[in-house]
């Protein structure tokens, strides 16, 4: 059963560093999809994409995050300058449409 | 708009018991509901979805869900609670029949399983 995958499973880095987290849609898959969840708390929703364009995004996806999908297949979520609080676990989730979201495995962030 | 409330953040049941975990949902379209299963480290799982078929859906692992427009809620239910059942569970609510629409999490529920 083809599944998403997302690379790497753990990231630890400095506060103010570049990070680039990255997702491997289902190929037949048009609707990608970047959550997080900060320990102990609800996944929060962060950017849509479709089309090579965000759809929609939240308060929390400010200037310092951007998403694209370089190659045609990978997606990825980048932050410039990583803050303390930009610890979470990371999902990507790819739709073909209509509501289903296939999440990947998450890519947990420690920023320190 | 839209948003989930989850009744219960902890739910304790024997093994072999029935399972309930609430679910409330509001929204100003017609709504898909999820059910979606996260054990300890590990990603979401879809348990089940209400996308204005049946009302009472069946989910894997024996889980199923009843969606009430009435009383708004989407309620999870199993007859009998295993051990491996034991995870956190979050009920999601999303706009139905619309291709790129995001989806928007309850806090969840806790479900530990007795011996």
């Known amino acids: 059963e083809p599944e998403v995958t997302q690379t790497p499973s753990h990231q630890v880095t400095q506060m103010g560093q570049e990070v680039i987290l990255r997702c491997v849609p289902i190929?037949?898959?048009?609707?990608f999809y970047w959550y997080r969840q900060i320990l102990g708390q609800k996944v929060e929703f962060l950017v849509s994409?479709?089309?090579?364009?965000?759809?929609?995004k939240s308060e929390i996806f400010d200037d310092q995050f951007s998403v694209e999908r370089p190659d045609g297949s990978n997606f990825t979520l980048k932050i410039r300058s990583t803050k303390l609080e930009d610890s979470a676990m990371y999902f990507c989730?790819?739709?073909?449409?209509?509501?289903?979201?296939?999440f990947g495995p998450g890519t947990r962030l420690t920023v320190l | 708009a839209q948003s989930v409330t989850q009744l219960d953040s902890h739910v304790s049941v024997s093994e072999g018991t029935p399972v309930l975990l609430r679910c409330n949902y509001s929204?100003?379209?017609?709504?898909?509901l999820f059910w979606y299963v996260q054990h300890p480290n590990k990603g979401l799982q879809l348990l089940l979805k209400?996308?204005?078929?049946?009302?009472l859906v069946k989910g894997i692992n024996g889980f199923e869900a009843e969606f009430k427009k009435s009383e708004t809620s989407f309620h999870l239910t199993k007859p009998s609670a295993h051990m491996s059942d034991a995870a956190e569970y979050f009920c999601v609510v999303t706009r139905a029949n619309f291709g790129n629409e995001k989806l928007t999490f309850g806090t969840g529920t806790r479900l530990t399983i007795i011996p």
């Open positions: 190929s037949n898959h048009l609707y």
């Open positions: 989730a790819t739709s073909r449409g209509y509501n289903e979201q296939f």
């Open positions: 929204s100003s379209y017609s709504p898909s």
């Open positions: 994409f479709y089309n090579n364009e965000i759809s929609e």
């Open positions: 209400y996308t204005s078929a049946a009302t």
